[in-house]
Protein backbone atom coordinates (compact mmCIF):
# COMPACT_ATOMS: atom_id res chain seq x y z
CA UNK A 1 0.00 0.00 0.00
CA UNK A 2 1.39 3.75 -1.12
CA UNK A 3 2.23 5.84 2.25
CA UNK A 4 1.09 9.29 1.24
CA UNK A 5 3.35 11.55 2.31
CA UNK A 6 1.55 15.32 2.41
CA UNK A 7 2.64 18.99 2.03
CA UNK A 8 0.52 20.77 4.84
CA UNK A 9 0.35 24.29 5.68
CA UNK A 10 2.51 25.58 8.57
CA UNK A 11 3.14 28.82 10.24
CA UNK A 12 3.72 31.71 8.19
CA UNK A 13 7.47 33.17 8.27
CA UNK A 14 7.82 36.68 9.47
CA UNK A 15 10.73 38.97 8.92
CA UNK A 16 10.22 42.57 11.02
CA UNK A 17 12.09 45.34 9.31
CA UNK A 18 11.07 43.89 5.93
CA UNK A 19 10.01 46.57 3.25
CA UNK A 20 6.69 46.10 1.69
CA UNK A 21 5.97 45.93 -2.08
CA UNK A 22 4.91 48.39 -4.21
CA UNK A 23 0.89 49.38 -4.25
CA UNK A 24 1.11 50.16 -8.22
CA UNK A 25 3.56 47.61 -9.82
CA UNK A 26 3.72 47.74 -13.53
CA UNK A 27 2.48 44.69 -14.95
CA UNK A 28 3.90 45.12 -18.34
CA UNK A 29 7.57 43.29 -17.54
CA UNK A 30 8.87 40.08 -16.26
CA UNK A 31 8.56 38.65 -13.05
CA UNK A 32 12.16 38.71 -11.93
CA UNK A 33 13.30 36.03 -9.88
CA UNK A 34 17.01 36.53 -7.84
CA UNK A 35 17.56 32.78 -7.26
CA UNK A 36 19.92 32.36 -4.18
CA UNK A 37 21.53 28.97 -5.03
CA UNK A 38 23.29 26.31 -2.87
CA UNK A 39 26.58 25.99 -4.18
CA UNK A 40 26.45 22.41 -4.49
CA UNK A 41 23.43 22.13 -6.55
CA UNK A 42 24.05 21.11 -9.96
CA UNK A 43 23.50 22.87 -13.14
CA UNK A 44 20.82 20.31 -14.68
CA UNK A 45 18.81 21.07 -11.31
CA UNK A 46 18.61 24.06 -11.09
CA UNK A 47 18.02 24.20 -14.87
CA UNK A 48 14.89 21.89 -14.27
CA UNK A 49 13.83 24.01 -11.45
CA UNK A 50 13.61 27.05 -13.76
CA UNK A 51 11.82 24.88 -16.49
CA UNK A 52 9.15 23.52 -14.09
CA UNK A 53 8.61 26.86 -12.73
CA UNK A 54 8.29 29.04 -16.43
CA UNK A 55 6.17 25.86 -17.57
CA UNK A 56 3.70 26.53 -14.26
CA UNK A 57 3.34 30.28 -14.69
CA UNK A 58 3.03 30.64 -18.50
CA UNK A 59 -0.33 29.93 -18.51
CA UNK A 60 -1.09 32.94 -16.63
CA UNK A 61 1.03 35.07 -19.37
CA UNK A 62 3.96 35.66 -16.60
CA UNK A 63 7.16 35.79 -18.25
CA UNK A 64 10.05 35.18 -15.82
CA UNK A 65 13.79 36.62 -15.92
CA UNK A 66 16.25 35.18 -13.71
CA UNK A 67 19.22 36.39 -11.86
CA UNK A 68 21.43 35.08 -9.13
CA UNK A 69 22.78 38.07 -7.41
CA UNK A 70 21.83 41.81 -7.41
CA UNK A 71 23.73 44.95 -6.97
CA UNK A 72 21.64 47.01 -5.04
CA UNK A 73 20.96 49.19 -7.94
CA UNK A 74 18.45 47.28 -9.79
CA UNK A 75 15.18 48.71 -10.85
CA UNK A 76 12.53 45.51 -11.10
CA UNK A 77 8.98 45.74 -12.19
CA UNK A 78 7.93 42.32 -10.10
CA UNK A 79 10.35 40.84 -8.13
CA UNK A 80 10.50 37.33 -6.11
CA UNK A 81 14.08 36.86 -3.75
CA UNK A 82 14.45 33.17 -3.53
CA UNK A 83 16.87 31.48 -1.68
CA UNK A 84 17.85 27.74 -1.63
CA UNK A 85 18.71 26.59 1.88
CA UNK A 86 19.42 23.03 3.28
CA UNK A 87 21.87 20.59 1.11
CA UNK A 88 20.97 20.58 -2.33
CA UNK A 89 22.83 17.44 -4.12
CA UNK A 90 20.41 15.17 -4.93
CA UNK A 91 22.19 12.66 -4.07
CA UNK A 92 23.51 13.77 -0.33
CA UNK A 93 22.57 11.67 2.34
CA UNK A 94 19.14 11.70 4.05
CA UNK A 95 18.94 13.04 7.70
CA UNK A 96 16.10 12.55 9.47
CA UNK A 97 15.21 15.04 11.96
CA UNK A 98 13.32 14.91 15.30
CA UNK A 99 10.23 16.15 13.56
CA UNK A 100 10.06 13.74 11.04
CA UNK A 101 10.91 10.19 12.89
CA UNK A 102 7.44 11.75 15.10
CA UNK A 103 5.73 12.25 11.90
CA UNK A 104 5.74 15.88 12.80
CA UNK A 105 5.11 18.86 9.32
CA UNK A 106 8.38 20.63 8.21
CA UNK A 107 8.24 23.39 5.87
CA UNK A 108 9.52 22.68 2.12
CA UNK A 109 8.98 26.37 1.49
CA UNK A 110 8.08 29.77 3.24
CA UNK A 111 7.59 33.52 2.17
CA UNK A 112 8.07 35.99 4.41
CA UNK A 113 4.90 37.95 5.64
CA UNK A 114 4.99 41.52 7.94
CA UNK A 115 1.96 42.48 9.90
CA UNK A 116 -0.30 40.36 7.68
CA UNK A 117 1.53 41.91 4.02
CA UNK A 118 2.73 38.94 1.95
CA UNK A 119 6.45 39.91 1.29
CA UNK A 120 8.18 39.14 -2.43
CA UNK A 121 11.24 37.03 -0.32
CA UNK A 122 11.03 33.22 -0.02
CA UNK A 123 12.89 30.05 0.42
CA UNK A 124 13.00 26.54 -0.27
CA UNK A 125 14.44 23.89 1.87
CA UNK A 126 16.09 21.70 0.13
CA UNK A 127 16.54 18.80 2.77
CA UNK A 128 12.68 19.10 3.66
CA UNK A 129 11.83 18.16 -0.17
CA UNK A 130 14.32 15.47 -0.38
CA UNK A 131 13.45 13.89 2.80
CA UNK A 132 9.62 14.19 1.42
CA UNK A 133 10.32 12.19 -2.54
CA UNK A 134 13.28 10.77 -1.57
CA UNK A 135 11.56 7.20 -1.43
CA UNK A 136 9.92 7.80 -4.86
CA UNK A 137 12.75 9.36 -6.12
CA UNK A 138 14.54 6.29 -5.60
CA UNK A 139 12.60 4.47 -7.47
CA UNK A 140 13.09 5.87 -10.72
CA UNK A 141 16.27 5.94 -13.10
CA UNK A 142 19.53 7.25 -11.49
CA UNK A 143 19.74 9.50 -14.69
CA UNK A 144 16.45 11.46 -13.98
CA UNK A 145 17.04 12.05 -10.91
CA UNK A 146 18.76 15.80 -10.93
CA UNK A 147 15.65 16.76 -13.40
CA UNK A 148 13.35 15.32 -11.15
CA UNK A 149 14.49 16.85 -8.06
CA UNK A 150 14.33 20.18 -9.45
CA UNK A 151 10.74 19.41 -11.40
CA UNK A 152 10.38 19.10 -6.92
CA UNK A 153 11.75 22.07 -6.45
CA UNK A 154 10.31 24.30 -9.27
CA UNK A 155 6.98 23.58 -7.83
CA UNK A 156 7.54 23.85 -4.06
CA UNK A 157 8.94 27.65 -5.57
CA UNK A 158 5.68 28.11 -7.71
CA UNK A 159 3.60 27.38 -4.75
CA UNK A 160 5.34 30.16 -2.66
CA UNK A 161 5.07 32.58 -6.05
CA UNK A 162 1.25 32.15 -6.18
CA UNK A 163 1.27 33.80 -2.57
CA UNK A 164 3.53 36.48 -3.11
CA UNK A 165 2.29 37.66 -6.72
CA UNK A 166 -1.42 37.12 -5.19
CA UNK A 167 -0.24 39.29 -2.17
CA UNK A 168 -2.75 36.76 -0.33
CA UNK A 169 -1.90 34.05 2.06
CA UNK A 170 -4.73 31.93 1.19
CA UNK A 171 -5.00 28.79 -1.07
CA UNK A 172 -6.76 27.34 -3.80
CA UNK A 173 -8.76 24.20 -3.64
CA UNK A 174 -7.58 22.18 -6.68
CA UNK A 175 -3.75 21.94 -8.53
CA UNK A 176 -0.56 23.54 -7.43
CA UNK A 177 -2.29 26.16 -4.91
CA UNK A 178 -3.73 23.09 -2.39
CA UNK A 179 -2.34 23.13 0.60
CA UNK A 180 -1.58 19.41 0.63
CA UNK A 181 0.25 18.15 -1.73
CA UNK A 182 2.04 14.52 -2.08
CA UNK A 183 5.39 13.27 -3.42
CA UNK A 184 3.91 11.52 -6.19
CA UNK A 185 2.29 15.23 -6.64
CA UNK A 186 5.63 17.00 -6.82
CA UNK A 187 7.33 14.37 -9.04
CA UNK A 188 4.05 14.11 -11.44
CA UNK A 189 4.96 14.13 -15.53
CA UNK A 190 2.61 17.47 -15.33
CA UNK A 191 1.23 19.78 -12.25
CA UNK A 192 -0.88 22.56 -12.48
CA UNK A 193 -2.26 25.54 -11.28
CA UNK A 194 -6.50 25.46 -11.45
CA UNK A 195 -7.53 27.03 -14.15
CA UNK A 196 -9.32 29.72 -11.65
CA UNK A 197 -5.89 30.21 -9.81
CA UNK A 198 -4.21 30.63 -13.73
CA UNK A 199 -7.16 33.68 -14.15
CA UNK A 200 -5.83 34.97 -10.69
CA UNK A 201 -2.07 34.76 -11.22
CA UNK A 202 -3.40 36.49 -14.88
CA UNK A 203 -4.31 39.53 -13.63
CA UNK A 204 -1.96 39.62 -9.91
CA UNK A 205 -0.93 42.92 -8.38
CA UNK A 206 2.59 41.89 -7.62
CA UNK A 207 4.94 39.25 -7.93
CA UNK A 208 2.88 33.96 1.95
CA UNK A 209 2.27 31.01 3.16
CA UNK A 210 4.46 28.16 3.99
CA UNK A 211 4.60 24.73 2.17
CA UNK A 212 5.31 21.96 4.78
CA UNK A 213 6.16 17.76 4.51
CA UNK A 214 4.71 15.48 6.97
CA UNK A 215 5.20 11.74 6.54
CA UNK A 216 3.06 9.09 7.64
Request: net charge negative.
Amino acid sequence: MHCRSALLLASLWGMAGAQTPPDSPNLSGPLTIVLHGNAAISAATLNAIEREVESLVEPSSIRVAWTSSTTGAEVYDRVAVVRLRGDCRVGAPLVMTTRTEKGGSEPLGQTQVVDGEVLPFAAVHCDAVRRLIGRDLALQPSYEHEDLFGRALGRVLAHELYHILLRSTRHGTQGLARPVQSSADLLADRDNFAPADERKLSSSPETTESFAANGR
